[in-house]
């Protein structure tokens, strides 16, 4: 099936610094999404994003988080600064122009120290 | 608040036997998804059912999807072992987000 590809695939880093997470959707795709999973929770909504505009986000969007997809390239999900508790395995997902099916990357794991 | 959920947290079934995992939501949806989550992967979607569908089928599964219970249900016949995952149910209300529910843990035993 369609693929959707994360990297990298687990990132380290101290607190306050800055973290890029990279996501390549699938190639005609027009929807994308972040998603925040704890482990042993339940995943969680962060943000959608078309036509180059964030179209919802959620309360765990905070101010520190931004998201951008240049010129058609990987969509990312930025983080500046990092805290603690934004350690969890990050989700990127896409979708077609429908909206209704949304295929998920095999995610980031990102830890903050 | 959370819009699906899983009915059990977890189940546990000997190979061959078949299972099924049940989801409730609480709002009105275009879609509902389920998905399929081993260990240390990203989630895989195994049957799209929309609202106007009753039942969809792929290979060993079977999902059902009853609007006026605002409930779902996905079968798993002829079990494996490595049908163990966890299982989530996830609701598209037409809006820009699925919303998923807790999973429920699946453990097939050889």
């Known amino acids: 099936g369609p693929k959707v590809l994360q990297i990298p695939s687990h990132q380290i880093i101290d607190m306050g610094q800055m973290v890029t997470l990279n996501c390549d959707p699938v190639s005609n795709h027009l929807y994308f999404y972040w998603y925040k999973q704890i482990l042993g929770q339940q995943m969680e909504f962060l943000v959608n994003?078309?036509?180059?505009?964030?179209?919802?986000k959620s309360k765990l969007f905070k101010d520190q988080f931004s998201v951008e997809r240049p010129d058609g390239s990987y969509f990312t999900l930025k983080i500046q600064p990092t805290a603690l508790e934004d350690s969890a395995v990050y989700f990127c997902?896409?979708?077609?122009?429908?909206?209704?099916?949304?295929?998920f990357g095999p995610g980031t794991r990102l830890t903050v120290l | 608040s959370q819009l699906a959920e899983e009915n059990s947290w977890a189940l546990s079934v000997h190979e061959g036997e078949s299972v099924t995992v049940n989801c409730s939501y609480k709002?009105?949806?275009?879609?509902l998804q389920w998905y399929r989550q081993k260990s240390g992967k990203g989630p895989a979607q195994l049957i799209l059912i929309r609202s106007n569908e009753r039942e969809k089928r792929n290979g060993r599964l079977r999902a059902t999807l009853d609007t006026s219970s605002q409930s779902s249900s996905l079968s798993i016949t002829a079990t494996r072992c490595e049908d163990t995952a966890v299982y989530f149910c996830?609701?598209?209300?037409?809006?820009?987000?699925?919303?998923f529910g807790a999973g429920t843990r699946l453990k097939v035993i050889a």
């Open positions: 997902a896409s979708s077609p122009r429908d909206r209704v099916e949304q295929y």
């Open positions: 996830a609701t598209n209300t037409g809006n820009y987000k699925y919303v």
């Open positions: 994003f078309y036509n180059g505009k964030v179209m919802e």
């Open positions: 709002t009105s949806i275009t879609a």
